[in-house]
């Protein structure tokens, strides 16, 4: 089965009880049983069967048994948002006085949390790009784990996850990759090292920015040191699933981090048409590329375009697809505004993975909370703008922002 069809005739969609096409909404807060006896073996896992949404339900289960399937997982937790899935993967494997090495260039609400763990104990080592070259020397006995995001948002760098799989796992730690701007159809890390992924299912997997919410998968193959990884030595039994157990048992129910049963189901919809999106979404997002590419006072960062550092791993990890984000650099912040006020079909909108082309200046939103370096490690600079490509008809978008340019050069 091949990928789209996969999508569509997986065997995760393949189980709802009465045969509904689409997983049922259990859009309930408890599940009651017959008997206490009944609802004691729920509890004690001697039955299948679920207690509570924050800590299981079915609509909830489909859709991570789907991502985990097209990931090439052996287990996923959904979560209430992406922030939320990021907090929990580092959580659930770091404590206080344990180091972490993560790449720059990331999320800038990642970073913020990043900053949040450094105030728990957890030692935060920015590296200054996802080279191994760079990562290599930051890792000590304290590490833990290695994060960083396969096609970074907004810098546009790619993590090279064989080479820094190979890295982590020489060190004896886990390579954790947020693929939220890649989805599987460009690449699936686990098949590629990678030892946990974690996507914002806010952006593309939802896709008609419609629900918050996240997931975690675990590839499951990860040989856990109970030692060194002493956060997980209590399901020292389960072995190799140990992160996925304490995640599911511990932390995820603990701190109530469960996806809402609606937005699973909002996710699912979404999820089927995953592919037709991403092709028709990076086909628009080359051509728009390639047509500012021309534009002699505008900077363009695209993956696609073949100056772009990272060019060559489109075709080497990612599938011949260069992602759905770009973004430009205007020469000020005062010409970026005007370019995007002037846009007439891109929304100014601070999210990604839209049906919809959406703008924003980043500097002043997204990353008004992280120091300049930081912001600038990031690919975000003061006249920098991002575009999340959408499936308009590509003809309208390149027209669109050539406009939008011509005039802000008039205006100023
Ligand atoms: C949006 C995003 C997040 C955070 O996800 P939310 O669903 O907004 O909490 C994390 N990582 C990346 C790469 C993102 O784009």
């Not at 913020?112 to 728990?120: I, P």
């Not at 370096?373 to 499936?391: C, K, L, N, P």
């Not at 027209?399 to 100023?412: G, K, M, T, V, Y």
Request: glycine share 10%; aromatic share 6%; net charge negative.
């Amino acid at each position: 089965m091949r990928f789209n069809t996969s999508l569509l005739h997986g065997k995760a969609i393949q189980k709802n009880p009465q045969g509904e096409i689409l997983p049922p909404v259990s859009q309930v807060t408890a599940f009651c049983y017959e008997s206490m006896e009944e609802l004691e073996k729920v509890f004690q896992h001697k039955r299948m069967g679920y207690a509570y949404t924050r800590i299981g339900n079915p609509g909830i289960a489909a859709f991570e048994q789907r991502v985990c399937e097209l990931e090439g997982g052996a287990g996923a937790v959904a979560t209430s948002s992406g922030m939320s899935a990021v907090a929990l993967a580092i959580l659930n494997v770091c404590g206080s006085g344990d180091e972490i090495v993560v790449g720059s260039g990331l999320y800038g609400g990642t970073i913020d949390l990043f900053h949040d763990l450094e105030k728990l104990g957890i030692k935060v080592h920015f590296a200054k790009d996802m080279e191994a070259s760079s990562i290599e020397p930051l890792l000590n006995e304290h590490t833990r784990l290695i994060f960083g995001e396969l096609i970074s948002n907004p810098a546009q760098r790619v993590m090279d996850v064989p080479v820094l799989s190979e890295l982590a796992h020489a060190h004896g730690i886990p390579l954790i990759v947020d693929s939220t701007t890649a989805t599987p159809v460009i690449a699936r890390p686990l098949l590629l090292g990678a030892d946990i992924v974690i996507h914002s299912t806010s952006k593309y997997i939802n896709g008609g920015g419609n629900a918050i919410g996240g997931i975690i998968v675990d590839g499951g193959k990860f040989p856990w040191d109970f030692e060194k990884h002493s956060a997980l030595a209590e399901f020292r039994k389960y072995g190799k699933m140990a992160f996925l157990l304490r995640l599911r048992t511990d932390l995820w129910e603990n701190l109530g981090c469960c996806m809402a049963p609606a937005n699973a189901f909002l996710n699912s919809i979404g999820a089927d048409t995953l592919g037709l999106r991403m092709q028709r979404i990076c086909e628009n997002a080359d051509a728009l590329a390639k047509a500012l590419d021309g534009i002699e006072d505008i900077e363009v960062n695209y993956l696609g375009l073949p100056q772009h550092p990272c060019h060559a791993y489109v075709e080497k990890e990612l599938n011949g697809l260069g992602g759905g984000i770009l973004n430009f650099r205007t020469g000020s912040k005062e010409r970026a505004f005007r370019i995007i006020n002037s846009l007439k079909y891109a929304l100014i909108a601070s999210n990604i993975g839209d049906l919809r082309t959406l703008v924003i200046h980043p500097a002043s939103t997204l990353y008004i909370r992280v120091p300049r370096e930081e912001q600038e490690a990031a690919g975000v600079y003061e006249d920098t703008v991002r575009v999340s490509v959408g499936i308009e008809d590509k003809e309208d978008l390149i027209e669109d922002f050539i406009q939008a340019i011509e005039r802000s050069r008039e205006e100023q």
